[in-house]
């Protein structure tokens, strides 16, 4: 599933550390989620590899996915409790409304 937009938080979009940069970006995501989650590609960020992504939730409320980005696939994945304690989390389920703002912090060349 596509973004819905993005927005550059820092004055400069991109900080360089040598050939290293990390891009500071906030991610609106669309209002429904899809199985596997947001394709978020390093083009997309001004890099050509990504060495890490962090994700968290801008503003996050009383009950919240979990995000987590996946470096195999480079998508944006949400998750939460399957209603059972102790227990692993599940991926949030296809269509669920998500209508969020991410904050994420992508490191690359």
């Known amino acids: 599933m596509a973004i819905a937009s993005q927005t550059y938080v820092l ?55 979990i995000p987590i980005f996946n470096h195999t696939t480079n998508k944006l994945m949400l998750f939460g409790s399957n209603g059972a304690a102790p227990a692993a989390l599940v991926e949030t389920a296809n269509a669920t409304a998500v209508a969020k703002t991410y904050r994420v912090i992508a490191t690359g060349i």
């Open 11 to 65: 004055p400069q979009g991109i900080e360089a550390f040598g050939s290293t940069k990390r891009v500071i970006v906030d991610i609106v995501t669309s209002g429904t989620y899809a199985t596997d989650g947001y394709e978020i590609l390093p083009a997309t960020l001004g890099l050509s590899q990504f060495y890490d992504v962090a994700v968290t939730v801008k503003s996050p409320a009383s009950t919240e996915f």
